[in-house]
Each structure stands twice: as C-alpha cells, then as structure tokens.
C-alpha cells in the first residue's frame, strides 16, 4: 500500500488537471492502484483528501516562493522579491485546470478558504513586507500608498486571469509577469 502522502500527490495531480468536482474517489483509488475501501481508510471523505490536497499545493507553492529568499546570491532589491513570488504563483496557477479553482470554491470552501487565506497572507506579509521596504530605501514614489496598491492591485491578480483562462492559452508566463507585476511595479519606482 502506498504512503498518505502519495495519494494526496496524486490526488493533487488530478485534481489539479481535471478539477476537484470531477474527480472521484473512484478515479483516485484505480490511479493509485488500490481499493476504494483502503483509500477511505486513509481519508475519511473526499473532503479530507481534497483539503489535504490544497495543504501540499500551497506547501509546495510556499516553498518555491520563500526559498528564493535562503540562496545566498539571492537580490536584495525588495521588487526583484516581489517580482519572483509572483512568477512563482503564475507559474502555479498555469498549473490548474480551470475547473481546479472554481469547483473548489463552490463545493469545498473551506479548502478553497486555505487557498485564499494563502493569497491574502502572501500579499499582506512578504509584499507588504517589501513594498515598505521599498518604500524605506527610498525607492519609491513618495505619494504611494503601499497598502492600497496591495488592496487595488495585487490581490486581485486572482479576479483578472482567472475567469478569462485564455490569458494563459494566449501570453507566456513571462509576458503575463511583465504586464501584471512588472510594468505597474515601475509605475511606483521613484526615477532614479
């Protein structure tokens, strides 16, 4: 019998390429190789697994985004850290089905809750974090209201290429970097 933790991999796997809703504990069980009845031994439902699912997801994300930070030829320019958590998350969300996130918020929210929660604590922790360092270096403009360029801009990255899946099928994720984060994080540099 395989490990928790691979079923919730793969698990993850096919939630992420066909959605939450479409996926069954049946479809999981024949992947994996096992029975139905051993995978309910593992997870008492399929809102478990789903929720563990999203815990290794946003595990996973958290530590692409924050190893970054430990190398040590890493940037010490707070936009080029914010500029690479972001290109981790698009990178992420190119990952998703565009079912993976809409099934999760309607039938599992108190998993697609961890997700949001997730967002939010990266946007109000590290990019708050280093717009105000940003902000303290001296780098940038000084009628710029950091909180409200959290609020107005980069919570709602989410909103913009969600519902329009076609961003993805049509811009890399280099070009949906420069013109989400990149361009509007120069409108905010102070010229130098």
Known sequence: MQK?????????????????????MDDVAETLGISKKTLYELF???NNLVQESITLLLNNTHEKMSGFFQLPESSSDPFTKIIHIYSVGLKEL??????????LKKYYPIAYKSYDDFVKAIVWTYVLDLLQEAKNNGQLRSNINIK????LFLLRINEI?????DFFDSYTTEELLEHLIIVPLKGIK???
């Open 44 to 46: 008492e439902n399929k």
């Open 4 to 24: 928790k933790s691979e079923c919730v991999a793969l698990a993850l796997t096919l939630f992420s390429k066909y959605g939450c809703k479409r996926v069954g």
């Open 161 to 165: 290429l969600l519902p329009n899946r």
């Open 190 to 192: 102070r010229a130098n």
């Open 94 to 103: 190119r990952n998703l089905s565009p079912n993976f996130l809409i099934s």
């Open 148 to 151: 409200l360029i959290c609020e």
